[in-house]
Nanobody, 125 residues
């Protein structure tokens, strides 16, 4: 399974960005695809996740109502639409998926087996 994250950039507060996570291999055999973000020297934090098996989506409270996760099965791609961005959203964003061997908590980074390379999002005030 390979994941390729893209779409990051520099945006002013209040602006929008759409991140993409292109998947290849047996990614759809997992339970979830998640987005995480990480500041330098800090642990990765959960942002959002989408189920591979149904239409369920999950969000951290800090992004609920501003971010939307959705997927395009035909393109094997999961997107994270980020609106009303704030300086606190600045981080490197990673997408990840699990191997489907067991259903584990979607909010925890260690639940995921495969990670993309990360894309930088910078929100200026």
């Amino acid at each position: 399974v390979q994941l390729q994250a893209s779409g990051g950039g520099l945006v002013q507060a209040g602006g929008s960005l759409r991140l993409s996570c292109a998947t290849s291999g047996r990614s759809f055999s997992g339970y979830f695809l998640g987005w995480f973000r990480q500041d330098p020297g800090k642990e990765r934090r959960f942002v959002a996740a989408i189920s591979w098996t149904d239409t369920s989506t999950y969000y951290d409270d800090s992004v609920k109502g501003r971010f939307t996760i959705f997927r395009d099965n035909a393109k094997n791609t999961v997107y994270l639409q980020m609106n009303s961005l704030k300086p606190d959203d600045t981080a490197v964003y990673y997408c990840a998926t699990d191997d489907g061997m067991s259903r584990r908590p979607y909010r925890i980074p260690s639940s995921y087996n495969y990670w993309g390379q990360g894309t930088q999002v910078t929100v200026s005030s």
